[in-house]
């Protein structure tokens, strides 16, 4: 059995993370969580390129601009739409998630998932940094992990980049 190795380790990767500044508190926090944790797990702060966008609805064009310039590893989306009391929410929501679905789809380049999606501020700050956890940080995270394992499930089969969880052997070449 061929196991791929899971790597945490963001040292020699790059991130373009895009965020939307409606609701501006909140995704400030996302943004905290997301930058720390990725300079946690090795990445440069030259490493790391922040494009503030207007809403979560305009995430996607920015995500898919930073994914085709090829200068990065993997890109991290983030933001927050609350419901509101029209069906905006729902555009808004299936515009940014299908959005970004089609943009990683079309590049190949993994595209992290940190837009909240809550019914109310109070949902939403317990996941920016309050009793839930930290989203953004959540996103940084698998953000890494993908652009680790993406270079392996590329080799050809017996080229035994994988190695046991943890292992930074199979680091993409930069
Ligand atoms: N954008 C958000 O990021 N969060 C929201 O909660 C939100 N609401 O509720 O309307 C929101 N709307 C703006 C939208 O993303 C676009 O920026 C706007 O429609 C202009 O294209």
Not at 31 to 41: I, N
Not at 73 to 101: E, W
Not at 104 to 113: E, G, H, N, Q
Request: hydrophobic share 40%; aromatic share 6%; net charge neutral.
């Amino acid at each position: 059995m061929r196991q791929y190795a899971i790597s945490g380790d963001a040292s020699q990767l790059r991130f373009g993370i895009v965020v939307s500044r409606f609701n501006h508190m909140i995704a400030l926090r996302l943004l905290e969580g997301c930058t720390r944790e990725l300079e946690k797990r090795g990445a440069g702060a030259d490493d790391i390129h922040v494009a503030w966008v207007p809403g979560a609805f305009e995430i996607p064009l920015a995500a898919r601009a930073l994914a085709r310039t090829g200068r990065y590893d993997a890109v991290v989306t983030l933001g927050a739409v609350i419901r509101g009391g029209t069906p905006h929410f729902d555009y808004v929501c299936r515009g940014v998630t299908d959005g970004i679905c089609e943009v990683m789809r079309d590049t190949s380049i993994p595209i992290a998932f940190g837009v909240l999606t809550t019914d109310d501020v109070e949902q939403a700050l317990a996941r920016a940094g309050g009793c839930e956890g930290n989203k953004g940080e959540e996103a940084a995270r698998a953000a890494v992990e993908m652009a680790r394992l993406g270079p392996q499930l590329a080799e050809p089969p017996g080229s035994a980049v994988a190695g046991p969880i943890g292992s930074t052997r199979g680091k993409a070449p930069r």
